[in-house]
């Protein structure tokens, strides 16, 4: 579900202020998603801090360019990760072009080491990103984020079907991964 | 045994899809059949799992990077018919030009040379062509040659990029880790940008680092470098550092055998406006800080600048051509003069 705001800075003033051109607006619009866009980006570049801010930088700088064609047919939230999808898939193309040294590491994985004392988190985040991406986002932007299947197929430009079929596909492939940590799941739940 | 399983409905019926009618089904089923109550409890338990995943929270630097390329091309607000007709004869006009870059260009910027060195293996070649990244690892390290000006040495868990490779601007990008350079060119051919501030050298060696929130430490060890950052400058020479920081820029250069006290009391001031360490510093300072005090008269409200100047002339007589009101008018080109008259004392 899209964050709510308190008047008098409501979305609806704020994203008006923005299509004015006001950065202010912006600032307090990106406040409030910033780390929701930043960490569904996290989880499609599976952990490269790195590539997650470029494109989270990149989806917010053409939200800001493009909000005056924003006319609220959909909430704002559904347009925004719209843009951020995007910018995650074109990242991705254009990193086809990562120079390709012999026995490279991506530092892919080091935020983990933040986590390490938390296994079951960690678990988590590992299943979740050993989703492919168009069963992955599916599943971030249904229970990370909330959003109802018709906004999920927005964004993704798919049909509710397909949004249904995909998270079906993602639930049984993440309840796979995660049935070791069942005992630890069903506990506190 | 108990009819068809109801898989394939699960989540609808834990989702509140489906009809009533047929929740019923599924709840009748439910009742009877322990393989399908097992698969909703994982449906509950990843669903419940996903939503409880921490949301990680964003770089600093994040929101200074997005300013940086809004300033670079804000966009056009209300638009009218002329405006979008420019726009589109704009647009046009940028497409063609980039086709004709592209076509033209890419030829003109060629790549540079990179050795990866990792552990005693024997190095490895490769090419960093413009609009690539290059990613070290936990081991390795990387030696890239800045066409034939220069060199920079990669250090482990480092991202940079290659943005410009002309004979007027040779520019990386760096995301995080730290790199070495020694560049032999004149000055401003050679640029890194970082989340903080964007590196300029003048004709040096420098060792650059960025953390994992974008902030960094510049160290000259040869020659100058400037940090600029959105109009605030600092000129960095030899045996000096700089501390920078995302929405903030460059902080105020020091020398590195300054007391680590005063360099405490200077971040303070820089990243967090506290007036107390701002006193420390100018009290703290010996003749040759006068580097940063100089820096300090740009970045100070005027009533401060007084203690600052007086401080500043108790250390060493002022420079030929710099007056006491140019001083306190801290006037960019004087500061420019001052900085560079008194090098050589450094």
Not at chain 1, 18 to 33: I, N, Q, V, W
Not at chain 2, 229 to 248: I, K, L, Q, Y
Request: hydrophobic letters at 40%; one cysteine or more.
């Amino acid at each position: 579900m899209c964050p709510v705001i308190d008047t008098p800075d409501s979305e609806s003033a704020l994203v008006e202020a923005c299509r004015a051109g006001d950065r202010d607006a912006f600032r307090r619009l990106f406040e409030l998603y910033k780390d929701k866009v930043y960490s569904i980006a996290l989880y499609h570049f599976e952990g490269d801090r790195s590539a997650a801010a470029d494109a989270a930088q990149q989806a917010f700088v053409k939200a800001f360019s493009a909000v005056r064609h924003f006319r609220g047919n959909s909430a704002f939230c559904t347009w925004l990760y719209r843009i951020v999808w995007n910018c995650c898939i074109d990242r991705r193309r254009s990193e086809r072009g990562l120079l390709q040294l012999p026995d490279e590491l991506r530092d892919a994985d080091s935020h983990e080491d933040r986590y390490a004392e938390r296994e079951v988190a960690n678990a988590v985040q590992t299943a979740i990103r050993s989703l492919r991406p168009d069963l992955r986002w599916p599943i971030l932007l249904r229970y990370f984020e909330n959003l109802s299947y018709r906004d999920i197929g927005k964004i993704m430009r798919c049909s509710e079907g397909t949004v249904a079929s995909r998270l079906n596909r993602g639930h049984r492939m993440l309840a796979s991964k995660l049935e070791h940590l069942r005992a630890a799941l069903g506990r506190g739940r | 045994m108990f009819g068809v399983h109801v898989t394939k409905r699960l989540l609808a019926f834990e989702e509140g899809l489906l009809s009533p009618r047929a929740a019923r089904r599924v709840t009748a089923h439910l009742e009877r059949c322990e393989r399908c109550r097992e698969r909703l409890q994982s449906i509950r338990l990843a669903a419940s799992a996903v939503r409880e995943s921490p949301v990680h929270r964003a770089p600093d630097s994040l929101w200074s990077g997005i300013e940086r390329s809004l300033d670079a091309g804000a966009p056009a607000v209300g638009p009218t018919r002329w405006r979008i007709a420019a726009a589109a004869f704009a647009t046009a006009l940028a497409i063609i030009a980039v086709i004709l870059v592209v076509k033209f260009t890419r030829r003109a910027e060629p790549g540079w040379a990179v050795v990866r060195v990792q552990n005693n293996e024997t190095p490895r070649t490769g090419t960093l062509g413009v609009g690539q990244w290059l990613v070290t690892g936990p081991e390795t390290r990387a030696r890239v040659s800045v066409g034939d000006i220069g060199e920079v040495e990669v250090a482990p868990n480092s991202r940079l990029r290659l943005l410009r490779s002309r004979p007027s601007d040779n520019r990386l990008s760096l995301a995080r880790g730290q790199i070495s350079t020694r560049i032999w060119a004149p000055p401003r051919l050679f640029f890194v940008e970082t989340p903080s501030a964007l590196a300029i050298d003048l004709g040096c060696a420098y060792q650059l680092t960025v953390d994992e929130h974008g902030g960094g430490l510049l160290r000259v060890t040869m020659g100058w470098v400037m940090l600029e950052d959105r109009g605030r400058e600092s000129m960095t020479p030899a045996r000096a550092v700089c501390r920078m920081r995302p929405g903030f820029g460059p902080g105020t250069p020091y020398f590195e055998d300054a007391p680590q006290q005063f360099a405490d009391h200077l971040a303070r001031f820089d990243f967090g406006g506290d007036a107390a360490a701002l006193d420390a510093v100018i009290a703290g300072a010996r003749p040759r800080d006068a580097l940063t005090l100089v820096h300090l008269l740009a970045r100070v409200d005027a009533g401060m600048r007084t203690a600052i100047v007086d401080r500043l002339m108790e250390l060493a007589p002022l420079p030929q051509g710099v007056t006491r009101e140019d001083a306190l008018a801290a006037n960019p080109e004087t500061l420019h003069r001052w900085i560079n008259k008194i090098a050589w004392a450094w």
